[in-house]
């Protein structure tokens, strides 16, 4: 099984930055697709963005341009970095990790791994 463990959230001025961090353990992370969801109160859990074991990244439309995935396979570690905050982008910023498939996606049921998640709130 991969343990996965979020940071870097906090309280951020609307158009301010944060990069958030998710650090895997076990496993062979570097076979495995990288993704970041999001859950606001009253909201269903939506996508962010995705990185596969080849680097190639995908982002919802409602990031692109802002925010920024990556991966460093020598410390299993997969960011977020977020720039241009919004407060719609205020939300609890989960990790998962898609262990037995390459490809790319977009829904929750796809990933058998999940961080607990990290609070991100943007003041306006």
């Known amino acids: 099984q991969v343990q996965l463990v979020e940071s870097g959230g906090g309280l951020v001025q609307a158009g301010g930055s944060l990069r958030l961090s998710c650090v895997a353990s076990?496993?062979?992370?570097?076979?495995?697709?990288m993704g970041w969801f999001r859950q606001a109160p009253g909201k269903e859990r939506e996508f962010v963005a995705h990185?596969?074991?080849?680097?190639?990244?995908y982002y919802a439309d409602s990031v692109k341009g802002r925010f920024t995935i990556s991966r460093d396979n020598a410390k299993n570690t997969v960011y977020l970095q977020m720039n241009s905050l919004k407060p719609e982008d205020t939300a609890v910023y989960s990790c998962?990790?898609?262990?037995?498939?390459?490809?790319?996606?977009?829904?929750?049921?796809?990933?058998?791994?999940w961080g607990q998640g990290t609070q991100v709130t943007v003041s306006s």
């Open positions: 990185i596969r074991w080849s680097g190639s990244t």
């Open positions: 998962a990790a898609r262990t037995y498939s390459r490809e790319v996606s977009t829904t929750p049921r796809d990933y058998d791994s």
């Open positions: 076990g496993g062979t992370f570097s076979t495995y697709g």
